[in-house]
Every structure is written in C-alpha cells, then in structure tokens.
C-alpha cells in the first residue's frame, strides 16, 4: 500500500480555532490520516500522510473553506505511513520565531520559484543561499556553498543573523528551508534588518527537488517524520531496491 505524504501551509488571520481543531480533527479520524495540524491566528500548517483516495478528500475539504483557497500542497510517497498518530494542536504562531509585528500574510517577502534559482545557479550568478534550518538539517544535506547560522532553533535566527557579514546586505540574498514556511518569516526579518536583495524559495527544497531534482544540492533533505531524509526523487532513506 502507498500513502501520500501532504504537507502545505498557509498565512492567513483565523479566530475560531478551538471550533476549527475539532473539526480538522473529526475530518482526519474519519479519513483515517496519520501526523500533525497546526492552526493559530495566523494561519494554518499541515503535516498528513494517507492513501490516495482519504488525501484527496482532505484536500479537497480544506480548500473548500474559503480561509484556505490557494493553500499550495507539496506530496510525496512512501510505503509505510510515516507518522504515529493524528495530533491537532493550537499554537501562538504556526512556525515559532516571536518578532512582534511581523507578518507573512501581510507582507511576504519576494519568492523565487525552484526552477529560476536553478537557472541563476546554472548561470553562475551570483547569489548568496541562506540556509535557514537547524545545524542537524544541514548536516544531512544543503545546497553547495550555502551559507547557515549553526542554529539550534530556528527562535535562535533574528540575533544570529546579526552575526552575517554587513557586506551581504548589498547582495542577492536567497532564503530556503525544507518546505518554505520558515523562510516566510526569515526573509521579512533581513529585509527588516536592512538586506536590500532578499528573496524566499518557494515551496523550500522539497519544492526544489520536485523541479529540478537534487542539481546543486549535496547530501539529503531532513524531514521531520519516520521518513527521515529524502533525496533529491522525493524517495525516503528506508527505500531499498527489489
């Protein structure tokens, strides 16, 4: 049996959580899906594994609130499910960073789509690759000559990019992240911090790799699930040749 792994997020104000966690809730029971909902003021962030037929009603469900249209989903596949249980959590923030005012929804910062940041770095333009994740996400893959913060948690990136060589605010700056979410907030905070040039990948590397595969990028890409790293196919690192 295959399952789908679906993940997608969006910025967007809510209220009425409480009423939507128990109905987010109520739909994944009935549908039989597997990981982690969050939902908060300021949006919503979906982490959900399933067959085919169970995602596709779930998808087609969330699009249906008007909250959510053009909610982007990235899928990918794997023979085992890869979360333990459903979880439905209401957070202050759907990715944590604590920078008040600050506000994706509002004010994005420019994205770059995954198959023009190929181009430029077939080019050999230059542009600066920010890796916004924690050190053991980069351990396990990055971009090649990336840059990162060692961070430990992405709370720790306001002050560490305080730490970045003054220089770059006059580069092209290009933010990425697993799926995108964290460079939603990342890239506001350089153009907040005076970088001139900032940009955001869109969909993240995950993105990246659905486009282009894994041309630029050394290693593989650490995934918060039973799955672990995928590589540059979208394939999970328990996958082994019949």
């Not at 409480?18 to 300021?42: D, F, M, N, Y």
């Not at 990019?161 to 964290?182: A, E």
Request: aromatic share 8%; with cysteine; glycine share 10%.
């Amino acid at each position: 049996m295959q399952f789908i792994n679906l993940a997608g997020y969006k910025f967007v104000k809510l209220d009425g959580l409480a009423e939507l966690r128990a109905s987010l809730r109520l739909q994944c029971e009935h549908l039989g899906l597997k990981g982690t909902i969050l939902v908060s003021p300021e949006g919503i962030n979906v982490f959900v594994a399933g067959p085919e037929r169970e995602i596709g009603e779930f998808k087609a469900l969330l699009l249906a609130d008007d909250h959510f249209v053009g909610l982007r989903f990235k899928e990918s596949r794997s023979a085992a499910q890869p979360f333990k249980r459903m979880l439905v959590k209401i957070k202050p923030e759907i990715i944590t960073l604590r920078v008040p005012g600050l506000d994706p929804a509002a004010n994005p910062a420019p994205a770059l789509a995954p198959a023009e940041l190929k181009r430029w770095l077939d080019e050999g333009r230059e542009v600066v690759l920010l890796d916004t994740r924690n050190a053991f996400e980069v351990e396990a893959g990055t971009f090649r000559n990336a840059l990162h913060l060692d961070l430990k948690a992405f709370g720790e990136f306001p002050q560490a990019v305080d730490g970045l060589d003054p220089s770059l605010k006059d580069k092209t700056v290009v933010t990425f992240c697993t799926g995108g979410i964290r460079c939603e907030k990342a890239a506001p905070v350089l153009i907040g911090k005076g970088f001139r040039d900032v940009y955001q990948l869109q969909g993240g590397i995950l993105q990246y790799f659905e486009d282009s595969g894994a041309v630029h990028f050394d290693g593989r890409c650490f995934v918060f699930d039973e799955r672990n790293t995928l590589d540059g196919e979208l394939r999970p690192e328990a996958v082994k040749a019949q």
